[in-house]
């Protein structure tokens, strides 16, 4: 009944909602776009996955085109060129990983981070989001259990020989999700997403997806330590 109260209170036409929106909507469309290409890049080092890395890609297209009808139902323009920018330093990273061959720190980055990330974001936004968006995205966060399992399996497979990559990916990637999350604060907040929330839920998916590659409660609370010092 509190989230059916919260969505009511929620003008979806309101030019304070749909300029709020035009970031929001950019930046899930934007993070669809990377999943994609990064699937596709991931496919030239993985050869032996390079079937199963190309049907996650072909989702993560499907999901960019859901959420594009997002913004169209609602008469907004989403801001590309503010997406852009706001996932360029974790862009940069996985292109820089990729150039390098460092399979691990890619997977860290997509599969784990940009995953629990995006998961955390459509679960806080499913139930305050208009009818159409809530159908769109419930059918997507689906899909992303699946995208993250990917990287836990490989990891879990490999977990001895990336376990010094994948502590270092992390000191180096984690505080710019935090640095993403301060960055979208506000709009997130008019459309009905409390950033503790949006935090909770991030560190929820990300540790339990550490947890089953194969690191300990302590090394979990450790690793997590280098994205909170940021916030």
Known sequence: MQELALRSELDFNSETYKDAYSRINAIVIEGEQEAYQNYLDMAQLLP???????????????????????????????????????????HGNFQKAKAEGKIVTCLLIQSLIIEAFAIAAYNIYIPVADPFARKITEGVVKDEYTHLNFG???????????????????????????????QVEKDAEVLGMEKEALVEDFMISYGEALSNIGFSTREIMKMSAYGLRAA
Request: proline content about 3%.
């Open 48 to 90: 032996e996955d390079e079937a199963e890395l190309i049907r996650l890609s072909k989702m993560e297209n499907r999901h960019k085109k859901g959420f594009q009808a997002c913004g169209k139902n609602l008469n907004v323009t989403p801001d590309m060129d503010y997406a852009q920018q706001f996932f360029a330093e974790l």
């Open 152 to 182: 836990e399996v490989w990891l879990k497979e490999h977990f001895e020989a990336s376990k010094a990559e994948l502590e270092d990916a992390n000191k180096e990637n984690l505080p710019l999700v935090w640095q993403m999350l301060n």
